[in-house]
């Protein structure tokens, strides 16, 4: 998608009224869709607690990252350390959360 100037797609003028052609979405979407497929089996296999730190790490990187958008910064360690509970993920000893 081309949003012209802007550099982030809810500065977009049509935001969040979107046009998009779905032939041209049904493929890249199956492809998504079965590396998606792919990823989770592999991680089946390599046990919960490597994918619940994938999971964290994820997390925490989409937290912090859209935080970055809005202007915030977040420390990393207290996201993650936030997660980690909510998820019930055991990271050992916890960093102190900011508050």
Known sequence: MNYGDNLYIWQATDWPHWRYDLTKLAGPLAEVSRAQGLLMGRLADVG????????????????????????????????????????????????????
């Open 48 to 99: 919960m607690t490597l994918r619940d730190q994938a999971s964290l790490a994820a997390l925490t990187d989409d937290v912090v990252k859209t935080s970055e958008i809005e202007g915030e910064q977040l420390n990393v360690e207290s996201v993650r350390s936030s997660i980690a509970r909510r998820l019930g993920v055991d990271i050992g000893a916890l960093a102190p959360v900011d508050r």
